[in-house]
Structures are given as C-alpha cells and as structure tokens.
C-alpha cells in the first residue's frame, strides 16, 4: 500500500535550517508530483511547495518563497524539502504526500523558537 514516512523535523533556533525527507513506497514515485503541506495548531492546511514528475518544475508558497527548495531523487523514492532562515511562523507538523494519491504520513513536527 501507499506509504510515507517522513523525518528531520526537530527544534532549531529562528534563522536556522532544517532538511526534512519523505521516504515513499507502495506506488511508482516517479510516475507522481509530489507536494508538502504543513499544519499548525488552530490553522488550515497551507500547501508548501510541489515539484513535478522530474525535479524541473518547483511552486513554492509565497510565505517560504526564497527560504525553501524542494527537491527529489527518483532514484531513492524520496522527496526532500531543505528550509532555510526558519522563522517562528514556519513551526507546523510537515507531511508529504503525491499529486492525486489520497494518502498522507504522519508527518514530522518543525519547531522554531528561542
């Protein structure tokens, strides 16, 4: 079955950097865009950024646009997502998931604080 398994999520100072990575199996991941989202406490789902079938084509939210690169490598069924310049505002449990495919993981909590 479709699964996700995601991790690199931690605590870190504001202005620091994390990498976080998105294990998939269970379908063919090339074959997928692929997004992550994020979700604080109290507020909707924001769609962070999306990456096509490839790596050539990226979206990214404008509230992470220039902080974070998404990334992938088909090769190793794993998606990627390196945030950079972290702010307090950025802390939400990430999750991954493919374009079309209803299956989420359980995602891994970004905390940013002093």
């Known amino acids: 079955q479709v699964q996700f398994v995601e991790s690199g999520g931690g605590l870190v100072q504001p202005g620091g950097s994390l990498r976080l990575s998105c294990a998939a199996s269970?379908?063919?991941?090339?074959?997928?865009?692929m997004s992550w989202y994020r979700q604080a406490p109290g507020k909707e789902r924001e769609l962070v950024a999306r990456?096509?079938?490839?790596?050539?084509?990226?979206y990214y939210a404008d509230t992470v646009k220039g902080r974070f690169t998404i990334s992938r490598e088909n090769t190793k069924n794993t998606l990627y997502l390196q945030m950079n310049s972290l702010k307090p505002e950025d802390t939400a449990v990430y999750y991954c998931?493919?374009?079309?495919?209803?299956?989420r993981g359980q995602g891994t909590q970004v905390t940013v604080s002093s």
């Open positions: 998931k493919a374009v079309g495919l209803d299956t």
């Open positions: 269970g379908f063919t991941f090339s074959n997928y865009a």
């Open positions: 990456i096509d079938f490839v790596g050539g084509s990226t």
